[in-house]
């Protein structure tokens, strides 16, 4: 049972190395793909719950102002949203950085991508009990959090393309979340949505 904390430790200290020994698992498609979808079921539970169970539900002015919020209202069309955004992430970070001259395989970016959701998780509950005893300190956590995560983020994806720089990581970053960015913007285009 010490295995997943020192892992998690582990991943802080030095993600490039713990992200090959992930990779080094080497576990098959089927299992990513269940672990994939259990690690959004947790993550959407988790973001929805504050959602969902406030006391009177959600301001209306709020909604307005975050429309988010009007989805996490609705914990199992947030989880497919979930789903189908890590799977099209997925996606794109291996056939854009295979574009880009990476040698890595496309389950070894699915288990990296889901180590760091399954860490994503245990930070949310942390994050929202911090919230619930001190309120401001659980959003200082929440914005740190961002920020570890990203550099988290990046180490993965150059390990996970065998890239020698995390500047190529970047880089594939940017333009995977452009490509993103503007194919949304198309399909929100194509379906009247302004």
């Known amino acids: ?7 998690a430790l582990d991943t802080l200290r030095d993600p490039k190395a713990t992200a090959t020994q992930i990779i080094g698992w080497n576990l098959e498609r089927p299992t990513l793909y269940m672990a994939l979808v259990a690690v959004a079921a947790v993550n959407a539970l ?4 504050p959602v969902v169970l406030a006391p009177g539900g959600v301001d209306e002015a709020a909604r307005m102002a975050l429309p988010i919020l009007a989805l996490l209202e609705k914990p199992l069309m947030f989880f497919a949203l979930v789903v ?3 799977v099209i992430m ?6 854009a950085g295979r574009a880009m001259g990476g040698q890595g395989e496309m389950t070894d970016m699915m288990a990296l991508i889901i180590w760091l959701q399954a860490l994503r998780a245990v930070a949310q509950v ?3 009990l911090l919230g619930l005893a001190i309120p401001l300190l659980g959003g200082l956590a929440a ?4 920020l570890v995560a990203f550099w988290l983020f990046l180490h993965f994806i150059s390990a996970a393309m065998r ?4 500047f190529r990581a970047l880089g594939l970053l940017v333009a995977v979340a452009a490509g993103l960015f503007l194919g949304l913007m198309l399909i929100l285009t194509l379906l009247g949505v302004s």
């Open 90 to 95: 997925i996606q794109g970070l291996f056939w």
């Open 1 to 7: 049972m010490k295995f997943w904390p020192q892992l």
């Open 126 to 128: 942390v994050i929202l």
């Open 84 to 86: 189908g955004t890590l």
């Open 143 to 146: 914005l740190g959090l961002q």
């Open 46 to 49: 988790l973001a929805s719950a």
């Open 163 to 166: 890239f020698d720089s995390l």
